[in-house]
């Protein structure tokens, strides 16, 4: 293999680059607590797929949370209704029919 001495500082930035993009995908993947920004690309999904899903899906407390006027969704949460999407749908749909249950009665 014949390295031409010109590059050999470009492999050095390499390795640097590397290990960034290693350091930041290792972070991404523990923060627990994430924007709809970061869920949305997280998911792969749009930010106005997230607010719906927000709106008709997730349940607050459980896949998100408002603190202080920003919501923050659970990275956990979302990933056990990525796997169990089928579960999570029931659970959502017998709360939800619980409070029309109380609602009508109102």
């Known amino acids: 293999m014949n390295i ?7 492999i050095k930035q390499l390795v640097n680059d590397m290990q960034l993009l290693k350091h ?7 923060k627990r607590w994430m924007s709809v920004k970061e869920i949305a690309q997280y998911l ?11 709106d008709t899906t997730f349940i607050e ?9 920003k919501i923050l969704f659970d ?11 089928e579960k999570t749908n029931e659970i959502n749909q017998s709360q939800r029919q619980v ?7 109102i």
């Open 24 to 30: 930041s995908l290792i972070n991404s993947n523990e």
């Open 99 to 105: 409070v029309d249950n109380i609602l009508s009665s």
């Open 44 to 54: 792969s999904y749009s930010k106005d797929r997230i607010y719906k899903l927000k």
């Open 61 to 69: 407390g459980i896949h998100f949370y408002k603190k202080s006027g």
């Open 4 to 10: 031409e001495f010109e590059n050999l500082n470009l």
């Open 75 to 85: 990275r956990v949460a979302i990933d056990e209704w990525v796997i169990s999407k």
